[in-house]
């Protein structure tokens, strides 16, 4: 599920927060700003994001599939270019239960033959 996010037009961009929270690093940045940037609105929108769970990467990319349903939202037209780069799938892989009797999910216990 992709956190809660505000969308409000005609401003400058990603929120301050998002750059922080990202810690400024530059790949997850271009990341959260490629919906904005294949449609040509990475100066029309200010985003403000409130995600928590999972590490950064998840957390991208969550923002990611956000800021394209909004902006599948503001209009129907968006979706063919949005699909086209495969923004609006979500990433189904989830992490696997841990098992009774294991450490891990599938790590067993080290084998004693004595």
Do not use: C
């Amino acid at each position: 599920m992709f956190p809660p996010l505000r969308f409000i037009q005609f401003f400058y961009g990603l929120s301050i927060s998002v750059k922080e929270y990202l810690q400024g690093n530059p790949l997850w940045l271009q990341y959260v700003k490629v919906p904005l940037v294949t449609l040509g609105y990475e100066s029309s929108y200010d985003v403000f994001v409130k995600a928590h769970g999972g590490g950064l990467s998840g957390q991208a990319q969550a923002i990611s599939l956000g800021v394209a349903r909004a902006l599948l939202k503001v209009s129907q037209n968006h979706r063919i270019p949005l699909k086209r780069e495969g923004l609006l799938t979500r990433d189904s892989r989830i992490v696997e239960r841990k098992k009774v009797g294991l450490k891990k999910a599938r790590k067993a216990p080290q084998f004693s033959k004595r």
